[in-house]
C-alpha cells in the first residue's frame, strides 16, 4: 500500500477524491487501474478499523454493563 492515512477520515477522504476524479473524467486512463488498486487498498483498511471499532465498542459495553445486582438495588439507572 501506498502511505497509510493518518485516520478513517483521511482514507475515506481520498476514496472520495478518487471517485470525483473517476466520475468527473478526470482520471487519465493510464492512472485508472492504480487509482482502483489504491481506492481497493483504501477500503480493505477502512473495513479493518471499523470492525475493530465495532469489537472495541462491544467489549465496552460488554465490560461496563449493569450487573443484576446493580439494577436491582439501583432501579431507573
Known amino acids: 500500500m501506498e ?15 478518487i471517485l ?5 473524467g478526470e482520471m487519465d486512463v493510464d492512472a485508472l487501474a492504480a487509482q482502483v488498486k489504491r481506492a481497493t487498498e483504501l477500503i480493505a483498511w477502512c473495513r479493518v478499523r471499523l470492525e475493530k471499532a465495532e469489537k472495541d465498542v462491544a467489549e465496552a459495553l460488554q ?15
Open 20 to 24: 470525483a476524479r473517476f466520475s468527473g
Open 63 to 77: 465490560d461496563g454493563a449493569p450487573t443484576a445486582d446493580f439494577a436491582t438495588q439501583n432501579p431507573g439507572q
Open 3 to 17: 502511505k497509510q492515512p493518518k485516520s478513517y477520515g483521511e482514507a475515506i477522504a481520498e476514496v472520495e477524491a
